[in-house]
């Protein structure tokens, strides 16, 4: 497994738990507006990116009683060719494993589930099926988000499924998203906000407007019926 971090405790990435984070390194997507560039770019990628060492899974021993929980996010951790093998040893070592993910590889996320490694599971969806390609940059079968979208919710573990208010998306975008997710659990919308300390996939992402939190939030009060859970992230 390559890997571009790890932070060592989280009280965000895993609601409710304490966590460690783990980004794999690398991306199918290209999302202009990412501020992890060093985890999609492969030139980046390339120079930041370092094999997953041995002593990870010694550190997570050591640390036993105090985390609860491990979160793999990336990047796009379907890629790694041994994602599930690590996923296993985490969990044997006896944590709770979250997984972030764009949903791009159903049949990893079904391996996943089968296999039990999943304990919570959450999904990026990017925009409106008709407008997916667009947003992330580049080619994608939307039935292979579908298909992931389905899993997640007949899968019967915790999970959620957000949307960033990514420049370029409209209020109806976001209304079209809720409704193509109607009855799942947990949906929430997040809001953009480029990092002044940190580049973007491509820069000029800073120049375009994007919804606010009012805007944000009238999008919920119209979609909040169809979610068990769910809102608008700061």
């Known amino acids: 497994m390559i890997v571009g971090g790890i932070q060592w405790m989280t009280l965000l990435d895993y609601p409710d738990k304490i966590a460690a984070t783990l980004f794999t390194a690398g991306c199918n997507f290209r999302c202009s507006f990412c501020h992890n560039p060093e985890l999609v770019l492969p030139e980046l990628v390339a120079e930041a990116g370092t094999a997953l060492e041995e002593s990870f899974f010694d550190e997570l021993a050591d640390r036993r009683g105090f985390l609860d929980a491990i979160v793999i996010s990336g990047g796009e951790p379907t890629l790694q060719s ?74 019967g573990k915790r999970y959620e499924f957000r949307t960033t208010a990514a420049p370029g998306l409209s209020e109806d975008d976001l209304f079209r998203m809720g409704c193509w997710l109607e009855g799942s659990k947990a949906y929430w919308l997040q809001m953009f906000r480029a990092p002044s300390q940190k580049r973007l996939v491509d820069e000029s992402c800073r120049e375009i407007e994007t919804l606010g939190k009012g805007d944000l939030e009238a999008v919920w009060e119209r979609l909040r019926d169809r979610f068990e859970v769910g809102g608008v992230r700061g």
């Open 82 to 155: 041994d994602l599930l093998d690590v996923l296993a040893r985490i969990k044997e070592i006896g944590y709770l494993v979250k997984l972030d993910t764009n949903g791009a590889r159903p049949e990893i996320i079904e391996e996943a589930f089968d296999r039990g490694l999943l304990d919570f599971i959450a999904m990026d969806i990017k925009s409106p099926a008709d407008r997916y390609e667009q947003i992330v940059g580049i080619s994608i079968d939307t039935n292979l988000i579908q298909e992931s979208i389905s899993l997640i919710q007949q899968s």
